[in-house]
């Protein structure tokens, strides 16, 4: 109560039960970034897991040991698809978005006292307000404004070319919120916080006696002539004599699996396989070759034969049935549990449109990229742009849960690194430089694969070049 924030009922059990609740309490809060109005277990866990203040971690969630070969798929939109697209629809779709995400916000002590917009454009005192962002543009004098709406009504919040916030890459879309103090002329906003959904700061993964590897290969591109037969070649060898003595078991596939057909103009000139069922059938014979011991995991991306607009359904029929049984194949994006793991797999097309709108971003830094969508808590946070969108009934693309490792492929880049200790993982790919690529100067990372030790959380690259 002295601090201003309330203990959640878990919390106060596992605090009551160490031998000095108060100041156990006290060096928790300290290490807090921002200070919840609801000191949660998971908050304490965070707090004394991540940050030498000494005392025990309470432990995470399963205390049983992890059960060996265990795959549970999460969320995926396969088999949930209700939307038709009309106008019911999007207005539903962005409604859930908005709430998805607003729930995460209200929970910030930043935020606590939040008032629907409509309401705080009438007061005078300091307001605090939580919208999706209709609009943001940079006025003739230099400062930037942005239109907020919420389920009542709209404002505009102003960030004067004198705030430290000015360099605050507002998007299109995204959920917010802002604290600020109403303009007497002018009816609008002037902010002094931006508050993002932001994940929490953690601890690395905790160690668990889970003893298995799971690898990451993106974008294989089977079908396009630049596909790199040689190179993965050399890691199915790899794969055949190694596989097992590093423990792997398990490989994630996100997405671009075969390079399709009609994905862009004059596509067929750089086609080896003109058929899109021969290029699975293919794909699918490359995948045989591997270990059986291993179980494989495969995402649609926005080259492969589903709708394009996202979440993406599993391939259907017509295409499963060319693989083997034990194969799973699920959406995009999908969250799934391995040997007690949250892995959030997203082929990343929205990235496309990440690059063009945040300053600073590029296709040569995708870690980046996935850093900002976890900051906002969604996968394809601009709606409108290179990422098609379907409006289903609720929005899949909201990062609602944390996952301990977060990947992505699309962008033919390689790379693995950690934020707020979460593993950040792009999968690489088996193409070539493609004309395209060489046109936009883009040089591709191929023939790479990330691991992940699902028992230590320590990650690595292995190099098939
Ligand atoms: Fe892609």
Known sequence: MEEGVFLSPEAIDFVMGQSDPLSFVRKAVEVMPQMPLVITIQDIRDAYCSSPVGGSCPPSSPTSPVRRGEVKVLKDITGNSTCEGNIIDFARYFNDRFQSIKRILVRRRELVGCVPISKAMQLEREVRCIGIVNDVRTTKNGHKMIELEDEEGKGLVLITKESPLLDEQVIHDEVIGVVGKVAKKGGMIVANEIIRP????????????SSAQIAFLSDIHVGSITFLREKWGRWVKWAKTQAKKEGLEYILIPGDCVDGIGVYPDQEEEL???????????????????????????????????????????????????????????????????????????????????????????????????????????LAPIYGGKTAIAPEKKDHLVIDQVPDIFVTGHVHSAGVSDYRGVRLINASTWQDQTSFQRMHNFVPDPAKVPMVHLGTGKCSIKDFN
């Open 272 to 378: 080896e396989i003109e058929d899109i069922f021969e290029q699975y059938r293919s794909l699918a014979e490359l995948l045989k070759e591997l270990p059986d011991h291993i179980q494989l995991i495969i995402q649609p991306g926005n080259h492969d034969a589903v709708r394009l607009a996202e979440p993406q359904p599993a391939f259907t029929d017509e295409i499963s049935h060319l693989f083997d049984s034990s194969v799973l194949l699920v959406g995009n994006p999908c969250y799934l549990e391995v040997e007690g793991r949250v892995i959030l797999s997203y082929h990343g097309k929205s990235m496309d449109d990440l690059v063009n709108a945040i300053q600073g971003l590029t296709y040569n830094h995708p870690l980046d990229a996935m850093r900002e969508m976890l900051r906002r808590r969604h």
């Open 198 to 209: 932001d994940i929490p700061i953690a601890g690395s993964m905790a160690p668990s006696d």
